[in-house]
């Protein structure tokens, strides 16, 4: 079975950091890509970070670039997202989710994937000013 299992969410402090992991069981990573999502109350998704093109373009939400980044340990199957300089406005639930079918990291952070694509089951995490 494909699952993906988010975790690291917390509390931190403005201006702090914070790492959320990704973990895959069923597939690897590497074939797929990856996409970080958020929700926050009373929001919309958003993409917040996408790396799911076949050339290897990254895609950052348009609030979050320069401040977040993603890297992967393949010996864990683990992709892992790395947020820093947090803002209270990055407040929400963060998911990952990979793509069922191949898709660009523009259309997929866009919100343009597959009801078959497989998403974790979220993380919160808040940023107190």
């Known amino acids: 079975e494909v699952q993906l299992q988010a975790s690291g969410g917390g509390l931190v402090q403005a201006g702090g950091s914070l790492s959320l992991s990704c973990v895959a069981s069923?597939?690897?990573?590497?074939?797929?890509?990856i996409g970080w999502f958020r929700q926050a109350p009373g929001k919309e998704r958003e993409g917040v970070l996408c790396a799911t093109g076949n050339d290897g373009g990254v895609e950052y939400g348009t609030s979050v670039k320069g401040r977040f980044t993603i890297s992967t340990d393949s010996a864990r199957n683990t992709v892992y997202l790395h947020m820093s300089s947090l803002k209270p406005e990055d407040t929400a639930v963060y998911y990952c989710?990979?793509?069922?079918?191949?898709?660009?990291?523009?259309?997929?952070?866009?919100?343009?994937?597959?009801?078959?694509?497989?998403w974790g089951q979220g993380t919160q995490v808040t940023v107190s000013s």
């Open positions: 069923g597939f690897t990573f590497g074939d797929r890509g």
């Open positions: 989710a990979v793509p069922r079918h191949p898709i660009s990291s523009y259309y997929f952070c866009s919100g343009y994937g597959s009801p078959l694509d497989v």
